[in-house]
């Protein structure tokens, strides 16, 4: 396992994740372990699209099924002679 050291931290940020970190029951240490594992791991995992993302928020209410148009001819491109 590697070390890690971090300067310059604020003192009211460590007050506050040493706070965090007794409320769960954690060492101040393990805590800051789990925010930065969390923050990778957030950062790898693929992004939404907007599709999906709007397909999942009405998921609850029967979902939401577009009526699509039928198709038709394509028109003829312009000519510029």
Do not use: H, Q, W, Y
């Not at 954690?26 to 957030?42: G, K, N, Q, W």
Request: no cysteine; glycine share 8%; net charge positive.
């Amino acid at each position: 396992m590697a070390s890690i050291t971090i300067r310059n931290l604020d003192d009211e940020v460590k007050a506050r994740l040493r706070k965090r970190a007794a409320g769960r029951g954690r060492s101040l240490e393990e805590e800051a372990r789990l925010i930065l594992a969390d923050a990778v791991e957030r950062e790898a995992a693929p992004a939404k699209g907007l599709g999906t993302a709007l397909r999942e928020l009405f998921k609850p209410f029967g979902g939401v099924e577009p009526e699509i148009p039928p198709r038709e001819p394509m028109r003829e491109p312009p000519r510029f002679d």
